[in-house]
């Protein structure tokens, strides 16, 4: 299985990958077509027919680099302070993933093989930290309250095989000790979860759990191509007077082929 095969995507579309991309929207029903990201790559100019798809959170932020070899028509990525991965050949087209020298560090990117540069190009590509990317922040009175909140997300295996044995957890959790994420999950109906009236109201039957490692991951069981599992996240703050900047968590997903 390729690391572009199985992606966590937003919900709330108007019918399965159509565009939604406002995270506060995220509240079931069906797929978004848009990824859930963490860091943003600004693609170098020089570069042209690449399109960034997807940056591994494990890059961080700051200045990658991107490279094309005009003759052997490959790609290779170096993630900020790291080394270039292997070049791979993208002359026939299609979406790529790019690995840097340190494992986990990787870039995923569509490319269209007629718009390539004519010449070799290197190119900076800035990556920044999305802020607000799933939940929205709270203003003093909200945090004072407290306050719990859920978004919905759709697993999808988009490889043209089957993926067995699924898994998602919380890889870490936030590090602002006045909250704490869980996750849930949910079989789809239809290709879609069940869509909740507001962020504040719980998804009906589903259990949270804090799924810390992946050895107390939340099985997604088998996805068949082109097949998908319902992930809610449960946002808890405890009402609180402190400020915290830029809190984070990360959630990871798993499969096999065979």
Known sequence: MAEKDLNIYLTGAASDGA??????????????GAILQSLSAATP???TGVTVVDVSPACGAGQAALTYVNAAKTLSFAAPGD??????????G?????????????????????SL????????????????????SLGSGQAQAGRVQYRGLIVKNNSAHAMYGGAVWIASNTPFPDDQVEIGIEALANGALQQIANDTTAPSGVTFSLAGSEGAALSLGNLAAGGGYGVWVKRTV???????ADNNFVISVKADTV
């Open 94 to 114: 299609g979406t790529f993933e790019l690995y840097s020298a340190t494992a986990g560090k990787y870039l995923i990117a569509a490319v269209t093989a007629a």
């Open 238 to 244: 405890t009402p609180t007077q402190n400020r915290y």
């Open 117 to 136: 540069p004519a010449a070799n190009a290197t190119g900076a590509m800035p990556l920044s930290l999305l802020v607000e990317n799933l939940f929205d």
């Open 19 to 32: 565009a939604q991309t406002n995270p506060n929207a995220s509240l079931g029903g069906m797929r978004s």
């Open 45 to 47: 100019t020089s570069i």
């Open 83 to 92: 080394a270039a991965g292997a070049a791979v050949d993208v002359s026939a």
